[in-house]
């Protein structure tokens, strides 16, 4: 099963760690296995990363894109 749930790579890679018996999406936990990366359970999409990309060079957040809990709770103030 997939969820297809996406992060940026310096985010996904501070959970999942090859080897890591537990390993699990984020945001749902579904389990990924002990190497998701070789296994192609979590791919890179050229299209998000692009966008990401842009943000940071164009110096929003400075350089680091907030998670979604922080961004919410940074709009609601």
Do not use: W, Y
Request: aromatic residues 4%.
């Amino acid at each position: 099963m997939e969820c297809l749930h996406t992060f940026c790579h310096e985010c996904i890679v501070k959970v999942v760690q090859p080897g890591k018996p537990t390993n699990a999406c984020p945001k749902c936990e579904i389990a990924l296995g002990n190497n998701p990366f070789v296994e192609k359970k979590i791919v890179r999409d050229g299209t998000k990363t692009s966008i990401v990309d842009k943000i940071r060079e164009a110096g929003h957040f400075g350089g680091v894109i907030a998670p979604p809990e922080k961004a919410d709770a940074a709009a609601a103030q």
